[in-house]
């Protein structure tokens, strides 16, 4: 049966792209893609040459049902985005979900993706995390700032060179300044930098070092309050 999978790409470092990614990529009948500009540099570095459809957020929502179909019609499909894992801040939950709904098998390739090395490398606990995404850019950005004050994990966000400055402010307002936050930009690229400190202190260094690149944000979750024990020491607390 003809199956649909999900393979991540690389993030900037084109050798980060598995020997099984290669090898789908070549089996599969055709290949779905944000970019088809950007896709075919991939596919041309990798020696793949591969029908390659477009689907991306404007046009998936009127695009899942065709390619279900053709998936059942016995025609094997993979899914890439620009950079990174299918369905992470990306186009793929529509298409996933429509073939699951029709009991297609999808299959998930393990690979890429930014917001695990930048959890991990900035120092905080990776044992429980939220992943929040982007935020909205503009309505409900401050609500769902506001929803995450108490969040007790670690949070990690995404966010665009250029509301960088601005993210962190509002990481201030909510979260006050003194918040530990690790930011990461350009992760396995030539200028990949991690950032760390308070949110007061990574604001002022991006206030005086114009934010370039992809970025992801990971903020410290908020310390759970310490009982104090007033007994004096060696009391018997059992009843």
């Known amino acids: 049966m003809a199956k649909l999978y999900i393979v991540p790409t690389p993030i900037g470092n084109l050798d980060d792209i598995t020997l099984r990614a290669i090898k789908v990529l070549n089996e599969v009948d055709f290949i779905l893609c944000e970019d088809t500009r950007t896709s075919s540099v991939l596919l041309k570095h990798l020696g793949i040459e591969k029908k390659l459809y477009p689907h991306h957020k404007f046009n998936e929502h009127g695009t899942v049902r065709q390619v279900a179909e053709w998936i059942t019609a016995g025609r094997s499909a993979a899914m890439i985005s620009d950079a990174g894992t299918p369905g992470i801040s990306d186009p793929g939950f529509l298409l996933v979900r429509t073939c699951v709904e029709q009991g297609i098998e999808v299959i998930t390739l393990p690979g890429a993706t930014a917001l695990i090395p930048a959890l991990v490398q900035s120092g905080f606990p990776c044992d429980r995390f939220c992943f929040e995404g982007f935020?909205?850019?503009?309505?409900?950005?401050?609500?769902?700032?506001?929803?995450?004050?108490?969040?007790?994990?670690?949070?990690?966000?995404?966010?665009?060179?250029?509301?960088v400055v601005?993210?962190?402010?509002?990481?201030?307002?909510v979260f006050g300044g003194d918040r530990p936050v690790s930011v990461s930009r350009e992760?396995?690229?030539?200028?990949?930098?991690?950032?760390?400190?308070?949110i007061d202190e990574v604001l002022e260094h991006f206030r005086q070092t114009p934010p370039k690149g992809e970025f992801v944000l990971i903020v410290g979750g908020k310390l759970k309050a310490v009982r104090v024990n007033n007994e004096p020491e060696g009391a018997d607390n059992e009843e």
């Open 135 to 163: 935020l909205p850019q503009k309505k409900g950005r401050s609500k769902h700032l506001q929803a995450l004050a108490d969040e007790t994990r670690t949070m990690i966000f995404y966010e665009s060179p250029y509301r």
């Open 187 to 198: 992760i396995t690229k030539i200028h990949e930098e991690t950032v760390r400190g308070t």
């Open 166 to 173: 601005k993210c962190l402010e509002q990481f201030r307002e």
